[in-house]
């Protein structure tokens, strides 16, 4: 036996949790695609500095959870493996110029990203995520269609308690004078805060609302609420925002101090959340409005949005709610024979039946044919094929045991198509 391991917090997913966890990123791309957006593809590691300042050094996405590669002697950009997708998706969209297609670009990927966390349920090193963006909008019609997409995934799939908690976190004209407040309201215990809050309470103190040190966490529920200082803008977009998903059927809740974990968030800030989950393992997704980005990362301003949903925790929920997703596939023809010399027209008629539409396999392990039978009625097989020695076929329908004997390959594949239509 090998005493290698999966890595920490990485999974191994075969039998039924592969295949939820396929419905799902399946029944993703459907929702977006039918919405009209586009698949992107995008490397799985980037420069470091993207993330570095993209994110934001005083995340803990960055400060504590960055995969950093080992650079190749000849490599002088270090690169880590990608965190989340809305940084390398926004560097694709400026490094090939979408701005000159029609816009918003609206792109969905769902993929794995990687973040060295503290593994426990629903938290992994690496998971995966339904990522959507759309690029080049300042709304708030797109805010409300976006949020509205990814609410009503959710509750597509089943999950229709999910709570949108909805919040704006200013601009960077009114965001400063929050954050002078939010500096004087921590000031008080700064002696009491960890090494980590004492900078961000200097540099960036909007972090400290997502700190999880104990006396952070205190101090946070009393702070102030970022409505309060939102500039005349701000509060007029987010009312559009709020009004028009009421009117499209999401209900949000106000969540005055939320500001998500991520340092490029302006205005729009939300969170798809299950009631009465445990810690971190109802927080389905979130997303928000990123306009300040852009120009960041060295591109031309361009306003954004978008959203991502942790697939591994909607697979989670779903299998506590009992919620079924995609079953197993199963082959529903299994061709079996007599003796070594058919199993090469086995795999042939196997092959020839899936070209067709219709799932099969062959069975090629040296076994008897009640073993074959065994096998094939184990794996739910609608019908068997058997391959006799003198090459005729028969044919068995495995839901009442009736044989028959097609003479030829048309009708072989007549017959099993009328047994997989009865089922
Ligand atoms: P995020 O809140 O960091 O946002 O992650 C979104 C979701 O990904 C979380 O709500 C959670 O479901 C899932 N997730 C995050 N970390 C883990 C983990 N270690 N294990 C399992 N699931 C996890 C973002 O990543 C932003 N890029 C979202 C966004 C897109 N904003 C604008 N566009």
Redo the contacts with the bound molecule.
Sequence with gaps: MSGFQAPRGMRDLFGADAAAVTAVERAAYAAAEAAGYQRIISPIAEESALFERGIGGATD?VAKELYRLAPHAEDSTPLALRP???AGILRAYIQHGMRSAPQPVRLVTVAPFF?H?RPQK????Q?T?F?V?AIGDAGPGIDIEVIELGASFLKQLGLTDVEVHFNSVGCSGCRPAYAAALRAHFAPIEGELGEVDRTRLRDNPLRLLDSKDAAAVRRAESAPALPGHLCDACAAHADVVRAGLDVAGVKVIDAPRLV???DYYSRTAW?YLLPGVEGQQG??????R?DGLAALIGGTATPA??????V??VVHALHDRKIETGAVAQPLTVICGIGEGSIGERIRLASLLRATGSAARADVTPRKIGKQLEGASRDGAVAVIIVEPDGRYSLRAMIDGKQEEPTDEASVLRAVAALVKRT
Excluded at 122 to 125: D, L
Excluded at 283 to 288: H, N, P, Q, R, S
Excluded at 305 to 310: E, L, S, T
Aim: charged residues 30%.
């Design positions: 996405v989340e997708a809305t973040r966390d629903g938290r992994y090193r998971f995520q990522n963006e998500r974990g991520l969170e927080a389905l997704g979130g997303g928000g990123y949005i978008g959203f991502a949903i942790g591994d925790r």
